[in-house]
């Protein structure tokens, strides 16, 4: 691996670096100013439009489609080093560069899977920024790290599909924005073969029938900048036949070739916090003293932050081989990577974001600091779009096969 930027890379990140030093971190606080300011808490502040349209007058827009007719056209790693940089601002950068999950994935699917229907009238705004999407899959009444447990029936009647089911932590369901649901569920329920048995099918949000239920909180966050996380159910909601993407029976494949870029932009996200959490941390101990000294000079503190540059810098190598590997290989040839990263990253970067908490004492768990909303998103990216355990299994029994 060469392991210098290539040009469009160093220009796209000299300019993201300058986005975010002169308009992403004063943001971060006039963010917080408005949303409380805000009639509904659930719509967007004032200076998350004034942010994408500045990003989009500079080009950084749309950065993780590798399809070039859609989006940047850029590969897994000429992306990873610029979604790491977002990392850095997880709440704010990724949506002013609509960089934000679920429309990421949302976006990959219509763009691979949807038909020319579903592009024009759902791919193109999201494209545009105009509105934003849910991704409805996980259930709280099975253990949806097995999706083939998922309940939620999709049953055709007629020209239409008609679902019925109850989803929950939906991400991007509260925004007033969110207009379509990706929802994913079973046509099939009886099918021998149980990776045929689901389908995913376009809902809209009006759709009588679609009731979004409340908001979850994650570790008492409602994580207002991605739309918050939803109970969501559905009632005899009929949709037109044509809403369906791909072919029944598809689902199952179409959230796998969906997760496997969405693992590898959380884990790049997630080294970009873990640097914001050095920079503090070392801030902090060069400008506190405690019992006589600088805290910069107590041993235990030089500990926590070269063990966190060298696992920062262990990470980093892993997720950009990854990258190359998606790149070269394709997601197949990565999956061993893949679920590597998707194992090591969140749990390492939990560990420095928890020094750095410990570091600034009772400032650490305020709300004056990012730190303990950082380490609740990262705590929470051990379960999403899989559970540590599952992919410990499936990367043991992949090891394992060859000496059987």
Known sequence: ?????????????????????????PAEAVAHEQRSRLADPWDTPAIVDELKAEARKRGLWNLFLPDAEHGAGLTNLQYAPLAEITGHSPQLA?????????DTGNMEVLAQFGSDE????????????EIRSAFAMTEPEVASSDATNIRTR?????????????????????????????????????????RRQQSMILVPRDTPGLTVERAMSVYGYEDHSHGGHAEVTFTDVR??????????GGGFAIAQARLGPGRIHHCMRLIGMAERAIELMCRRAVSRTAFGKPIAQQGVVQNWIADARVTVEQLRLLVLKTAWLMDTVGNRGAHTEIQAIKIATPRAVVGIIDSAVQLHG???????????ELWAAARTLRLADGPDEV?????????LKKYL
Request: net charge negative; proline share 6%; aromatic share 8%.
């Open 1 to 25: 691996m060469d392991f210098a930027f290539d040009a469009r890379t160093e220009e796209l990140r000299t300019e993201l670096l300058d986005f975010m030093d002169r308009h992403i971190r």
């Open 94 to 102: 990724p949506t002013a560069l609509n960089c934000a999950a679920p």
């Open 118 to 129: 579903h592009k024009e009238r759902w791919l193109r705004p999201l494209l545009a920024g």
């Open 154 to 194: 999709i049953e055709r009647a007629g020209d239409d599909y008609v679902i019925n089911g109850r989803k929950w932590y939906i991400s991007g369901a509260m925004n007033p924005d969110c207009r379509i649901f990706i929802v994913m569920g079973k046509t099939d329920p009886d099918g021998a073969d149980t």
């Open 239 to 248: 949709v037109p036949a044509a809403n369906l993407i791909g072919e029944e």
């Open 362 to 372: 009772a400032g650490g768990v305020s709300q004056d600091y990012p730190l303990a």
């Open 391 to 399: 992919h410990q299994r499936s990367l043991a029994r992949r090891e």
